[in-house]
């Protein structure tokens, strides 16, 4: 049984940083590239960024560039969004994925699994 289990998420303020991780069992992990979605409330889902199987690409939504870094730990099978300077706009649901079907991907219906997602909140 394949678990996606994020960890992390709290209230914070503007310009502050937060670290998610994102602990995977149940999967070989070396085979599958990680993402990093969210959703804030009435608003769809969309991509934040993505890892490649072996961590030699990764990809940011332009909202996150500069400002968030993803990385990933085979040995411990996690990964992890390191997100600094942090606006009012990047509250909302955070959640981690995987797929098998991509070398990385910003496409959320090519990923087959889903955590059930960690509550970032920024305000003052």
């Known amino acids: 049984q394949v678990q996606l289990v994020e960890s992390g998420g709290d209230l914070v303020q503007p310009g502050g940083s937060l670290r998610l991780s994102c602990a995977a069992s149940?999967?070989?992990?070396?085979?599958?590239?990680m993402g990093w979605f969210r959703q804030a409330p009435g608003k769809e889902r969309e991509f934040v960024s993505t890892?490649?199987?072996?961590?030699?690409?990764?990809y940011y939504a332009d909202s996150v560039k500069g400002r968030f870094t993803i990385s990933r730990d085979t040995a411990k099978n996690t990964v992890a969004l390191q997100m600094n300077s942090l606006k009012p706009e990047d509250t909302a649901i955070y959640y981690c994925?995987?797929?098998?079907?991509?070398?990385?991907?910003?496409?959320?219906?090519?990923?087959?699994?889903w955590g059930q997602g960690t509550q970032v909140t920024v305000s003052s």
């Open positions: 994925a995987a797929t098998s079907k991509s070398t990385y991907s910003s496409t959320g219906t090519e990923y087959e699994y």
């Open positions: 149940g999967l070989t992990f070396n085979r599958y590239a």
């Open positions: 890892i490649s199987r072996y961590a030699l690409d990764t």
